[in-house]
C-alpha cells in the first residue's frame, strides 16, 4: 500500500556548489518523518539532493506516488524550485494537499501564500506538530485551517494562527528516520534548539530560548546511526554547540560511558566566548577532530554593530585554543555588513590569515527573511539596496540579493575571491588552494562569470519586487 504521506527535499535546478550535491541527508524531513511514524502515520520520503535527482525526475517520482499529501521544504533561495514542483504535480495530481515547510515559508507565510498559488498550506516553525496534526485532519477528512502553526488561504485573505507548537524537551520529537532514506556518508544531529545570541545577520528559525535533548537520548541516536547506517561521521547541527559547557562535558561524559568515544567523527559550529581549552580538550577526546567559528568580520566598529557580541581578540584567542587542543578549525566571514567598506574587507582578510584556520569561508551577506539584514534591506537602510532578482539569487555564496551604495555588487564579488586568494598564498598554503579551486570549480566558473557579465542597473523592478506585489522578477544578466 502506498504512504499517503511524501516529503520531499526538492534538488537544484543547476547544481554548482557542495549543498547542492551533499553527501548527507535533510534533517528537517527526516525529523518529521520520523515524528509521523512514531504516531502511526505511513510516510515516504524523496531527498532529491542526495539521491541526486533531476527537478523532471523529482516531479515524475512524486506524480506516480499520487500522495494525498505533499510536504516540501525550502530554503529562500529554493523556494522558486519547489513551487515549480508543487505546480507540475498539482496539475497532474489535483487531489494531493501540497504543504510548504522550512525557513523561508515560516518567516513569509504570508507572501509565501499570495506569490506561490500552488502551495495550499505552510506549516510555521518547528514542523513535527503541526504537520502531523494537519496530516492526521486531512486523512480525516476534515478542514486543517485552524491549526496552530498552520498558514492558508481564506477567501482573498490569508489566516495565520501563529507558530507551530514546540516542546520544550526535545527528546518527545523522537530521532530522524534515517531508514528513509539513502545511505549516506554522513548524518546530521542536533543536540538542541534555539540560540541565545542576537547576531543581526541570523534569523534564529529556533528562536532565543535553549532546548536540549537528553545527553542519554543523543547518545542513542549516535549508536544507532553507527551500528543500523554504519556512519562514521556526524556533524552538529546545533546553532551554536558550546553555548552550555556543563551541556557539552554531560553529553561528552555519555559518549565515553557508551563505549563510543572515537568510533565516530564529530564536527559542530562553537561561538569564539563560548569555548574554552577543558572543554575543546573534553571534546576532541570523544571525537570532535573538528569545529567551526563564525568570525564574520574583523572590524572591530562592524563586530560590535553585528551583536555577536565578539572581539578580535576574543577570536584569535578561541584559535588558539583549538591549536592547543589538537582540533582543526573552520573560520566563516561575511562580506556585506551594514557600513561595510573596502577597508573592513581588508581587515577581515587580514584577521583571516592572523588566524590561519584550517578552512575558510568568505560568503557574501544575504537578506535572510526574518533577519535584521532583511528589514534594513528591504528599506534600504545602512546604505544597502536590494537588486532586482529573484529568490533564487538569495544564496551567500553565488547569490546576487544586495549591494552597498559604496560597494556595487560586483566589488564585493572580486574581494570575496581576493579574500580566499589571499588567505591561502598568505599563509603559504598552495595545495590546499588548489584542491579548494578544484572542488568549487563549479560556483568559481559562476562567479566569474557574473564578474563579466553586465551590472543590473534596473532599480524599477526591484521596488515592485519588495512590495511583494508579484512573483519575484528574474532578470536575465
Not at 55 to 77: D, F, W, Y
Not at 279 to 308: C, H, L, P
Not at 419 to 438: D, G, I, K, N, P
Request: proline content about 7%.
Amino acid at each position: 500500500m502506498a504512504a499517503p504521506v511524501l516529503l520531499v527535499n526538492p534538488p537544484a535546478e543547476v547544481p554548482r556548489e557542495c549543498y547542492d550535491t551533499p553527501d548527507y541527508p535533510h534533517i528537517g524531513i527526516a525529523y518529521v518523518a520520523g515524528y509521523l511514524q512514531t504516531h502511526g502515520v505511513p510516510v515516504r520520503v524523496i531527498d532529491g539532493k542526495l539521491a541526486r535527482k533531476t527537478v523532471s525526475q523529482t516531479i515524475a517520482e512524486i506524480v506516480q506516488a499520487n500522495p494525498r499529501i505533499l510536504g516540501l521544504t525550502a530554503m529562500t533561495h529554493m523556494i522558486v524550485t519547489a513551487h515549480r514542483i508543487a505546480a507540475a504535480v498539482k496539475a497532474k495530481c489535483p487531489n494531493t494537499v501540497i504543504v510548504l515547510g522550512g525557513f523561508h515559508g515560516s518567516f513569509l507565510p504570508e507572501r509565501t501564500l499570495r506569490e506561490f498559488p500552488s502551495f495550499d498550506y505552510v506549516v510555521v516553525g518547528e514542523g513535527e506538530i503541526a504537520f502531523l496534526r494537519l496530516a492526521n485532519t486531512v486523512l480525516a477528512g476534515h478542514d486543517p485551517t485552524a491549526i496552530p502553526g498552520v498558514a492558508s488561504r481564506d477567501g482573498d485573505g490569508i489566516r495565520l494562527n501563529g507558530r507551530g507548537e514546540v516542546p520544550d524537551n526535545l527528546d518527545d520529537l523522537g530521532i530522524p528516520a534515517w531508514d528513509l532514506f539513502p545511505p549516506a556518508e554522513m548524518y546530521p544531529i542536533m543536540s538542541q534548539r534555539g540560540c541565545p545570541f542576537r547576531c543581526s545577520f541570523c534569523s534564529r528559525p529556533y528562536g532565543r530560548k535553549l532546548r536540549h535533548r537528553s545527553p542519554a537520548h543523543v547518545v542513542a541516536e549516535i549508536r544507532r546511526n553507527l551500528e543500523q547506517f554504519g556512519c562514521r561521521r556526524m556533524d552538529f547541527y546545533d546553532e551554536t554547540f558550546t553555548v552550555r559547557k556543563d551541556y557539552v562535558t554531560e553529553l561528552c561524559d555519555e559518549i565515553v560511558s557508551a563505549e563510543l568515544a572515537g568510533a565516530v567523527r564529530f564536527w559542530a559550529y562553537v561561538h569564539a566566548n563560548t569555548i574554552d581549552l577543558p572543554t575543546a580538550r573534553k571534546m576532541r577526546t570523544v571525537g570532535f577532530d573538528e569545529v567551526g567559528m563564525g568570525v564574520e568580520s574583523g572590524n572591530r566598529e562592524i563586530m560590535r554593530r553585528m551583536k555577536k557580541g565578539v572581539t578580535p581578540e576574543d577570536v584569535l584567542r578561541a584559535a588558539r585554543v583549538f591549536k592547543q587542543a589538537g582540533m582543526r578549525f573552520g573560520a566563516y566571514f561575511i562580506i556585506g555588513h551594514p557600513h561595510e567598506t573596502r577597508q573592513t574587507i581588508k581587515d577581515s582578510i587580514n584577521l583571516a590569515v592572523r588566524l590561519n584556520p584550517d578552512s575558510v569561508a568568505f560568503g557574501l551577506m544575504t537578506p535572510y527573511p526574518g533577519s535584521e539584514i532583511w528589514e534594513l534591506a528591504t528599506r534600504g537602510k545602512d546604505g544597502y539596496k536590494m537588486i532586482p532578482t529573484g529568490w533564487e539569487d538569495f544564496n551567500k555564496q553565488i547569490g546576487k540579493a544586495l549591494e552597498l551604495e559604496n560597494l556595487p555588487r560586483k566589488t564585493m564579488e572580486r574581494m570575496q575571491l581576493q579574500a580566499y586568494l589571499t588567505v591561502y598564498l598568505r599563509t603559504h598554503r598552495f595545495r590546499e588552494m588548489f584542491q579548494a579551486v578544484w572542488i568549487n570549480r563549479q560556483r568559481i566558473l559562476f562567479i566569474l562569470k557574473k564578474l563579466l557579465s553586465p551590472t543590473i542597473t534596473d532599480r524599477a523592478a526591484s521596488s515592485s519586487w519588495l512590495e511583494g506585489s508579484a512573483r519575484p522578477q528574474v532578470l536575465a544578466p
